[in-house]
């Protein structure tokens, strides 16, 4: 396998250069943007496991699809860490959480 042309990279290029990211957290991110960030990886987990489709998964959780967009994009800053528990409760309503220290 080769590497793209120079053609399809232009064209991969502006495709993306317009697209938000997934966030990432690093060595300087705070405990609670950590935790905010692995609850958005549980949600995205179930909804790939199910294979739902954003509009599927608003559904399901009963939110707008760009609240689901911010959850898949780990936009940890536009999401509370209530909201994302909220969100998990609904999808296993006997959800049971333990903090380790």
């Known amino acids: 396998m080769g590497y793209p042309s120079k053609e399809k990279l232009k064209e991969m290029d502006s495709k993306l250069k317009d697209s938000e990211a997934t966030l990432m957290v690093g060595p300087s991110s705070t405990p609670a943007e950590k935790f905010r960030w692995d609850l958005c990886q549980n949600l995205v987990r179930y909804m790939f496991e199910k294979k739902l489709s954003q509009v599927e998964f608003s559904n399901k959780l009963g939110i707008d699809q760009a609240r689901v967009s911010e959850i898949v994009n780990h936009r940890i800053d536009k999401v509370s860490t209530d909201k994302l528990l909220s969100y ?14």
């Open 88 to 101: 998990l409760e609904r999808l296993n309503p006997g959800v049971q959480y333990k903090i380790a220290m």
